[in-house]
Every structure is written in structure tokens, then in C-alpha cells.
């Protein structure tokens, strides 16, 4: 695998779950055994009703573009190469929101609502990360 | 009824500013020290009268309040400082008229000096993008994980929404930016002065589309400075007091994201028609929003404007793009914005230089860019402070 120089994910007690769940191809967020509330991101409160008390469930991984933004400036040299590129807030189907990229996609054709699916891609031997594509699949 | 009634108790006594510029090369300690200075000098009083000092924005782009004391000289009773973030201007002022008014200070100089394009590296974006790498994401939306980085990638992000829920263009969101240029061009402390038109904002490049440069605030070194004095002080002061006669904190929570407001949803904000209600800040001054002479908020990106509008009640959501057209925020129009100029073409000076003109304007002192007869003036945040000012 070619060396990844993007920002990785400062991965922490409380978020280790989390991208343990994307490595082995499951997106899991914390629900409250007291409430139901499901949160993101990863947090050791249900914020809802303050209960310590959780499970990580499995998502559907599913879920609609709720907005999107086209970098045309490369903030990051390991950017560079990829201007422009997408980045979009993805609401799962079950509620919480994800800041996400759109793969399979033109980004002339990204659309708010657009119904998505997660797609895993494992960056590094370590760290997979929560893509999304339109539905179905991609179209290229 | 609060148990203590804050209206009109602490006034702004003077304020003061550095050269604004683009690399003025000189440290963030050495411009404020010369905000500090021409506050004092505007007020009538001298550094031995300073007791206290709050800072709104230190390292790693400004200078901090404990070395500004020593470098300074400062004796002070008490200083206070918030982290290196351009939203607490509101609530410095807060603090400081709570300091004045509850005798733990006589006279209190808040303000933020900033040295973005000098010598210190950048905080913000990119590779220095210590705020998105915060624990439990950064303040503006970043997740640098995903290239997502910057505080006005987040801003896009509700410009998007905002577009595409209330069928509004980047054309109507250009009439911010042509109307905050026409300020700037009256003030001889902007940064940017060249008059521009809607045609030069839809061909400016897009930085974080859908947002174009035009809509992007300035990034500058300089430092602003405002006097805040117990009103009985500042009464007998060179200058005439402008009072702080309504005040309302800085809002947090699952339903707040900086840029827009309750009901919004984006991040993790639930979707619902907000309606600004009655907010404290005008129960507290005993006005409403049709008095206000004039309207200035923390332009960082254009659609703040729209946002901050609407979270304020001057519109519903939705109205600000048709809100804005026409002149209406220009001077001479029903409700000027930022007649400095804003952040978008004075300067960033973290909403500091708003301040020290929203008191020049109280006091008449703004010549071609002089507001009619003013007599109250509202710092209204799309992030849900705010700060009512009224004439001495
Ligand atoms: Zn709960």
C-alpha cells in the first residue's frame, strides 16, 4: 500500500469502537440503553438523558446528502493532487449526521437528498474510513 | 426580572486601533500595546488607570493578556482571556461590564491583535488545523479526515443548505459583499477599498464552493481596543459614554452550529422553522429590533449575514437574500450593516474593529460613512450573542 499522507483520525478511548466497527466493515454508532438517543460523535454521555449506559449498534449505512461543499484550494499539500474535491454532510437514515466524501460520483452531479451508501476504504492497515456512493453504486 | 439589572450600568469610555494591513511585520504585543495606547488617549485616561483586561484571542495568532501585562507594564486587579476564537467579542464586553459594574475594576480594556500573515503559523486549515483535531471535532464543522478544514468550509456548508431550502443564489449572497465594499471604500482604515459589483463577486474564484473569494472575510495583522468603564466613570471622561444597555450570551449545544441557527440542521442540529422569539438582549435594553439605527455582526463569510439576520427576527428564515438586495443594508438604507466594512473588507480584527465603529457611530464621529442620528446600535451574532450599544 503507498504511504497515506491525509490527516488520519486521532483515535481515543471513546472512539476507538468506532473505527475498530469501519475496519471490520460495520457502521456502529453508540445508542442509549435508557432513551434510544443515537449520537455522534462518539461521546461517554447519551447526550439526550445523561445515561453511561450504551450499546454500539450496527447501522444500515444508508442514508441522504444533507449538504456538500467543492474544495478548490488545497489547504493540505496531500491535497494538492485532488482539488477540487467534494466533501459532504451524509444524515443516516437512522439521524445522526457524518462529514463524509462522495465517491463514484462527478461532483457536478452531487445533489442534496441524494440517497447514499457507505463505502469502506481502508486508507491505511490501520484506519478505514466512511465513504459514501450514490445508491446502488457508483457511476464510475 | 434579574436579580441585577446590568442595562446601561457599564459603558464603552474609548476606543482604538493599530494600522490594519496585510504584513505589517510588527508583533501582536507591539499592536496591541498601540490599541491599548489610542483607547486610552480617546477616553482622556492613562495606563495607570487601568486595573483590568480581558483578550479575546491569543496564541498561537495573538498576543496574551498576562504577557501583554508585563511587556505593558499593566498593573492590573484582574484580566481575563477566552481561546484563540474570533466569537467572543460579545462575551469579553460582558465580562468586563460585569467586572466594572461589580467594582472588581475601574476600567477594563478588551480587545484581540492579531498577526495572521506574520510570523506565527497558522492555526486554522490545513496542516496547522489544530481546531479540527480537537477532542470531539472542531468548532466550525472541521473533520480534516476528510479534507474537511477551515472555518469557512463550514460556512459553505450552510450556504449550500441555505441555496437549496429557500431557492436562494450566490448572485443575491454577492449584494453582502458589494454592500460592505461601499463601506469600506469611506474608511480610511480598510483594507480593501476598490468598489466591486455583483459580476466581480460571481467571477471571483470559488475557495470552498459554493463560496467565492468576494465572500470571504480579509486575513490581516492588527489590533482593536475598547474601554469598558463603570457609566459613572465614563460620565466624567473626554469622550461621551456609549452605553451598554442590553447584553446576551454566547449559546452552546446540540442544536447550535456557528454559522446559522437553531433549526437549521446542519451537523447534528434538528430541522425545524425557528423563530427568534423574544431574545433577551432586547428585554434587557427595553427595545426592539425596528429602533436599531444600524445592525453589525461577524462577517468572517457572507452568508453570516443572512444567518445572523435571521436569528435576530429582522427576517424570517428564508427572507435574508431578498432582505439584503437593494441597498437595504447600504448606507442610507433601512438597516445599514457594518458600515466599516465588516470583516470582509476592513479587516479581521475578530469582530474588534466592529466594535470601535459601532461607537464612533454613537458618538458622530464617522464622517462620509456617518449614520443619520444614531442612537442604538446591535451587535447581533448568527451564532447567538449579541450586544445593544446606546448613545450617550
Ligand atoms: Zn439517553
Known amino acids: ?140 | 426580572m434579574p436579580a441585577w439589572d446590568l442595562k446601561d450600568q457599564a459603558a464603552v469610555s474609548g476606543v482604538g486601533h493599530s494600522p490594519y494591513g496585510k504584513r505589517l511585520n510588527r508583533s501582536t504585543i507591539d499592536l496591541a500595546g498601540e490599541a491599548i495606547r489610542n483607547a486610552l488617549d480617546d477616553a482622556g485616561l492613562t495606563r495607570d488607570d487601568l486595573d483590568g483586561l480581558i483578550v479575546s484571542f491569543g496564541t498561537p495568532i495573538g498576543a496574551d493578556a498576562d504577557t501583554l501585562a508585563y511587556a505593558l507594564g499593566l498593573k492590573l486587579r484582574m484580566y481575563n482571556q477566552t481561546w484563540a476564537h474570533g466569537r467572543f467579542t460579545a462575551t469579553c464586553i460582558q465580562n468586563a461590564a460585569m467586572a466594572v459594574s461589580a467594582g472588581l475594576a475601574n476600567h477594563v480594556a478588551c480587545l484581540a491583535s492579531v498577526s495572521f500573515s506574520g510570523f506565527r503559523k497558522p492555526m486554522m486549515g490545513g496542516a496547522g488545523d489544530n481546531e479540527g483535531a480537537r477532542e470531539g471535532g472542531g468548532g466550525h464543522g472541521e473533520d480534516p479526515v476528510y479534507g474537511m478544514t477551515s472555518p469557512g468550509a463550514g460556512a459553505a456548508l450552510v450556504a449550500q443548505k441555505y441555496f437549496h431550502r429557500y431557492g436562494a443564489t450566490s448572485r443575491q449572497l454577492a449584494s453582502v459583499a458589494v454592500a460592505f465594499r461601499k463601506h469600506a471604500a469611506l474608511n480610511p482604515a480598510a483594507l480593501m477599498r476598490e468598489p466591486i459589483t455583483v459580476e466581480d463577486h460571481q467571477n471571483s474564484r470559488y475557495v470552498c464552493e459554493p463560496l467565492h473569494l468576494l465572500d470571504y472575510c480579509q486575513i490581516n495583522d492588527g489590533a482593536a481596543c475598547v474601554i469598558v468603564s463603570r457609566s459613572d466613570r465614563a460620565r466624567d471622561l473626554k469622550k461621551k459614554p456609549v452605553y451598554i444597555s442590553g447584553m446576551q450570551g454566547l449559546p452552546a449545544g446540540r442544536e447550535e452550529f456557528i454559522w446559522t441557527h437553531p433549526g437549521f440542521g446542519t451537523s447534528q442540529q434538528k430541522v425545524f422553522d425557528y423563530k427568534p422569539d423574544l431574545q433577551p438582549v432586547y428585554q434587557m435594553a427595553g427595545v426592539t429590533q425596528k429602533e436599531m439605527s444600524a445592525f453589525f455582526t461577524y462577517d468572517a463569510f457572507a452568508i453570516l449575514v443572512w444567518t445572523a439576520l435571521e436569528r435576530w427576527g429582522y427576517c424570517k428564515p428564508g427572507e435574508a437574500a431578498a432582505f439584503t438586495q437593494d441597498g437595504r443594508i447600504e448606507l442610507g438604507g433601512a438597516l445599514p450593516i457594518n458600515t466599516n466594512g465588516g470583516l470582509i473588507s476592513e479587516a479581521h480584527v475578530m469582530g474588534w474593529n466592529h466594535q470601535v465603529e459601532i461607537v464612533r457611530q454613537l458618538r458622530g464621529e464617522c464622517g462620509p460613512r456617518q449614520i443619520a442620528n444614531a442612537q442604538l446600535i446591535q451587535w447581533g451574532n448568527a451564532y447567538g450573542d449579541s450586544l445593544i450599544y446606546r448613545k450617550g
Open chain 1, 1 to 140: 500500500m503507498a504511504e497515506y499522507k491525509k490527516p488520519l483520525p486521532a483515535i481515543s478511548s471513546l472512539s476507538e469502537p468506532y473505527w475498530t466497527g469501519l475496519k471490520h466493515r460495520d457502521l456502529k454508532l453508540q445508542r442509549c440503553n435508557d432513551c434510544q438517543t443515537l449520537w455522534y460523535p462518539p461521546g461517554p454521555f447519551c447526550p439526550g438523558c445523561w445515561s453511561r449506559t450504551f450499546t454500539w449498534q450496527n447501522l444500515s449505512g444508508r442514508g441522504k446528502v444533507n449538504s456538500w461543499v467543492i474544495f478548490h484550494q488545497a489547504y493540505f499539500s496531500s491535497v494538492k493532487d485532488e482539488i477540487p474535491y467534494n466533501v459532504a454532510e451524509v444524515e443516516l437514515e437512522e439521524g445522526p449526521r457524518l462529514l463524509t466524501n462522495l465517491v463514484g460520483i462527478d461532483n457536478a452531479d452531487i445533489k442534496i437528498g441524494m440517497p447514499v451508501e457507505i463505502v469502506f476504504d481502508d486508507v491505511t492497515e490501520e484506519v478505514t474510513l466512511a465513504k459514501f456512493r450514490p445508491l446502488g453504486g457508483g457511476s464510475k
